[in-house]
Nanobody
Framework: QVQLVESGGGLVQAGGSLRLSCAASGRTFSSYVMGWFRQAPGKEREFVAAISWSGGNTKYADSVKGRFTISRDNAKNTVYLQMNSLKPEDKAVYHC???????????????????WGQGTQVTVSS
Protein backbone atom coordinates (compact mmCIF):
# COMPACT_ATOMS: atom_id res chain seq x y z
CA GLN A 1 0.00 0.00 0.00
CA VAL A 2 1.04 3.57 -0.68
CA GLN A 3 -0.10 6.65 1.20
CA LEU A 4 0.34 10.12 -0.31
CA VAL A 5 0.08 13.42 1.55
CA GLU A 6 0.29 16.76 -0.26
CA SER A 7 1.34 20.07 1.26
CA GLY A 8 2.41 23.55 0.22
CA GLY A 9 -0.84 24.88 -1.19
CA GLY A 10 -2.10 28.33 -0.35
CA LEU A 11 -3.05 31.75 -1.64
CA VAL A 12 -0.74 33.61 -3.99
CA GLN A 13 -1.09 36.59 -6.31
CA ALA A 14 -0.86 36.20 -10.06
CA GLY A 15 2.76 36.01 -11.15
CA GLY A 16 3.85 34.49 -7.86
CA SER A 17 5.20 31.06 -7.02
CA LEU A 18 4.36 28.05 -4.88
CA ARG A 19 6.15 24.78 -4.22
CA LEU A 20 3.99 21.74 -3.60
CA SER A 21 5.29 18.62 -1.89
CA CYS A 22 3.96 15.08 -1.84
CA ALA A 23 5.29 12.74 0.83
CA ALA A 24 4.91 9.03 0.16
CA SER A 25 4.98 6.13 2.57
CA GLY A 26 4.64 2.39 2.10
CA ARG A 27 6.41 0.51 -0.67
CA THR A 28 9.75 1.56 -2.09
CA PHE A 29 9.32 5.07 -3.47
CA SER A 30 11.82 4.68 -6.30
CA SER A 31 9.71 1.98 -7.98
CA TYR A 32 6.77 4.34 -8.59
CA VAL A 33 6.03 6.88 -11.27
CA MET A 34 4.66 10.05 -9.65
CA GLY A 35 2.27 12.59 -11.09
CA TRP A 36 0.33 15.75 -10.32
CA PHE A 37 -3.27 16.38 -11.36
CA ARG A 38 -5.58 19.28 -10.61
CA GLN A 39 -9.32 19.81 -10.43
CA ALA A 40 -11.23 23.08 -10.41
CA PRO A 41 -14.92 23.31 -9.40
CA GLY A 42 -17.18 22.09 -12.18
CA LYS A 43 -14.28 20.71 -14.22
CA GLU A 44 -12.77 17.28 -14.62
CA ARG A 45 -9.48 16.35 -13.02
CA GLU A 46 -6.70 17.10 -15.49
CA PHE A 47 -3.10 16.07 -15.89
CA VAL A 48 -0.43 18.57 -14.87
CA ALA A 49 2.95 16.83 -14.71
CA ALA A 50 4.57 13.46 -14.06
CA ILE A 51 8.03 12.04 -13.48
CA SER A 52 9.45 8.55 -13.95
CA TRP A 53 10.89 6.45 -11.14
CA SER A 54 14.44 7.42 -12.16
CA GLY A 55 13.64 11.11 -12.55
CA GLY A 56 14.99 11.00 -16.10
CA ASN A 57 11.68 11.23 -17.94
CA THR A 58 9.09 13.94 -17.36
CA LYS A 59 5.81 14.99 -18.97
CA TYR A 60 3.94 18.29 -18.73
CA ALA A 61 0.55 19.55 -19.79
CA ASP A 62 0.84 22.22 -22.48
CA SER A 63 -0.83 24.73 -20.18
CA VAL A 64 2.02 24.58 -17.65
CA LYS A 65 5.10 24.01 -19.81
CA GLY A 66 7.79 26.54 -19.05
CA ARG A 67 6.15 27.53 -15.76
CA PHE A 68 5.98 24.35 -13.67
CA THR A 69 8.77 21.91 -12.84
CA ILE A 70 8.35 18.45 -11.35
CA SER A 71 11.16 16.77 -9.44
CA ARG A 72 11.67 13.97 -6.95
CA ASP A 73 13.96 13.06 -4.11
CA ASN A 74 13.78 9.32 -3.63
CA ALA A 75 15.93 9.46 -0.49
CA LYS A 76 13.20 11.58 1.10
CA ASN A 77 10.28 9.73 -0.54
CA THR A 78 9.03 13.07 -1.82
CA VAL A 79 7.96 14.54 -5.15
CA TYR A 80 7.76 18.29 -5.74
CA LEU A 81 5.95 20.64 -8.07
CA GLN A 82 7.54 24.06 -8.41
CA MET A 83 4.94 26.45 -9.82
CA ASN A 84 6.11 29.80 -11.17
CA SER A 85 4.32 32.62 -12.98
CA LEU A 86 1.01 31.47 -11.57
CA LYS A 87 -2.20 32.53 -13.28
CA PRO A 88 -5.78 32.73 -11.98
CA GLU A 89 -6.65 29.75 -14.17
CA ASP A 90 -4.20 27.64 -12.14
CA LYS A 91 -6.59 27.79 -9.18
CA ALA A 92 -7.58 24.23 -8.29
CA VAL A 93 -7.14 21.39 -5.85
CA TYR A 94 -3.85 19.72 -6.72
CA HIS A 95 -3.60 15.96 -6.21
CA CYS A 96 -0.53 13.78 -6.07
CA UNK A 97 -0.75 10.36 -7.72
CA UNK A 98 1.45 7.26 -7.90
CA UNK A 99 1.61 4.04 -9.87
CA UNK A 100 3.84 0.99 -9.63
CA UNK A 101 6.18 0.76 -12.59
CA UNK A 102 8.92 -1.48 -13.93
CA UNK A 103 9.96 0.85 -16.75
CA UNK A 104 10.60 4.53 -17.43
CA UNK A 105 7.13 5.02 -18.92
CA UNK A 106 5.27 8.13 -17.70
CA UNK A 107 1.47 7.86 -17.98
CA UNK A 108 -0.67 10.99 -18.24
CA UNK A 109 -4.16 9.49 -17.89
CA UNK A 110 -5.98 9.41 -14.55
CA UNK A 111 -6.98 5.77 -15.01
CA UNK A 112 -3.33 4.71 -15.12
CA UNK A 113 -2.63 5.79 -11.54
CA UNK A 114 -3.64 3.57 -8.64
CA UNK A 115 -2.84 5.74 -5.62
CA TRP A 116 -4.04 9.27 -4.84
CA GLY A 117 -3.59 11.88 -2.16
CA GLN A 118 -6.39 13.99 -0.73
CA GLY A 119 -5.21 17.16 -2.43
CA THR A 120 -4.05 20.64 -1.50
CA GLN A 121 -5.79 23.87 -2.48
CA VAL A 122 -4.02 26.41 -4.67
CA THR A 123 -5.67 29.81 -5.05
CA VAL A 124 -4.33 32.50 -7.36
CA SER A 125 -5.71 36.02 -7.09
CA SER A 126 -5.54 38.66 -9.80
Amino acid sequence: QVQLVESGGGLVQAGGSLRLSCAASGRTFSSYVMGWFRQAPGKEREFVAAISWSGGNTKYADSVKGRFTISRDNAKNTVYLQMNSLKPEDKAVYHCAADRTYSDYVPIARREYDYWGQGTQVTVSS
